[in-house]
Every structure is written in C-alpha cells, then in structure tokens.
C-alpha cells in the first residue's frame, strides 16, 4: 500500500523556518516525482513544489524562500521553508506526480501557519 505520511507542520512567526517531511513507503520513491501541494483556508489545492530527482520546480510565490530536495535511500522527501508569510499558512501536502498537476497519491497533511 503506498502511503505518504507528512510531518513537520506547525505555529511560526512571519520571517522563520519550518523543515517540512515526507515519508513515504509502498512504491519506489526513487523512480517518481514527488511534489508539495498546499491548500490554504478557504482555498483550493495549490502546487508548490516538485522533485523530479535530478530537477526541482517551484511556484513562483515560494521561490528564493522554499527548497525541495529529497533522499531516496530513505524515501523522505523535504521541504525547507524559510522567510515564511502569512500566505504560506495552508495544509501541505505530499503527493505523487504524473505530470504537473496530476497527483496519484497524497499523504494526511501538516498544518502549517505562519502568524503573530
């Protein structure tokens, strides 16, 4: 069974740092794109970002502040988020792509929320 399972979430500041992770497990990991998809309140699913083992995509709201990078020995997929905004507040999720935005499998979802 392919399972997703995201961790990392939480309550930061405007201007910090959250390390988002990705377990993942039922499939190889290495074989695949894994992306960062989030929905903020309110809002449907919006893509953030997308290993592709070699290349890594980003929205452009992220880019110069969010790093998607992955280990596959492990099956861990990360993203680091820095100088994190209000707007970045959302669940974010993990899931498998296909093709830009086609998600096979997606995982439970972290909260993050970025607020004083």
């Known amino acids: 069974e392919v399972q997703l399972v995201e961790s990392g979430g939480g309550l930061v500041q405007p201007g910090g740092s959250l390390r988002l992770s990705c377990a993942a497990s039922?499939?190889?990991?290495?074989?695949?794109?894994v992306a960062w998809v989030r929905q903020a309140p309110g809002k449907g699913p919006e893509w953030v970002s997308t290993s592709g083992g070699i290349y890594t995509y980003y929205t452009d709201s992220v880019k110069g502040r969010f790093t998607i990078s992955r280990d596959n020995a492990k099956n861990t997929l990360y993203l680091q988020m820095n100088n994190l905004k209000r707007e970045d507040t959302a669940v974010y999720y993990c899931?498998?792509?296909?093709?830009?935005?086609?998600?096979?499998?997606w995982g439970q979802g972290t909260q993050v929320t970025v607020s004083s």
């Open positions: 039922g499939f190889t990991f290495g074989n695949g794109d």
């Open positions: 899931a498998t792509e296909v093709v830009m935005g086609d998600y096979e499998y």
